[in-house]
């Protein structure tokens, strides 16, 4: 069996050509950017030609409505970049991803593992074990 698919990247292949962030795709088909300490902006489809992007951060919040999907993810990752802190949490090559799992990570992906009856991969990074941690708490595994 190959290494459990909660280290894989989280981030959705119809995305990944255009965005910045590290996106994950949640069950219902919707879009979540987990900023941390749950503080997420989602983008949902909501009829068949738009896309209902949701986020509250802190003072600031973001609703609006786009025709696209790729326009709606550009348009949080500009709230992210220009209206909060969050922005060095969330992009996808953030040096701190190729760190090594830090004690507290391998403390909870040791807990899931376990439930999982999986081995943790030799060589997990602690942005593999954060998009593992992200995917156990929205549910997208």
């Known amino acids: 069996m190959p290494a459990l698919s909660i280290f894989r990247s989280t981030i959705p292949v119809e995305i990944d050509g255009y965005c910045q962030m590290e996106w994950m795709k949640l069950r219902s088909g919707s879009y979540l950017l987990a900023l941390g300490a ?16 949701d986020g509250d951060i802190g003072a600031h919040s973001i609703h609006e409505t786009h025709k696209e999907l790729q326009t709606a993810i550009e348009a949080a990752e500009y709230f992210v970049r220009t209206r909060t ?17 830090s004690e507290r ?11 999982l ?22 549910g997208c595994i």
């Open 38 to 53: 749950q503080q997420i902006i989602t983008i949902s489809k909501v009829v068949p030609d738009s896309w209902r992007l």
């Open 85 to 101: 802190k969050f922005t060095g949490l969330v992009l996808k090559n953030a040096k701190w991803r190729s760190d090594p799992i």
């Open 105 to 115: 990570q391998l403390g909870r992906v040791e807990k899931e593992c376990q439930k």
């Open 117 to 138: 009856r999986e081995p943790i991969p030799v060589g997990v990074t602690r942005g593999l074990a954060s998009n593992c941690i992200n995917r156990i708490t929205y």
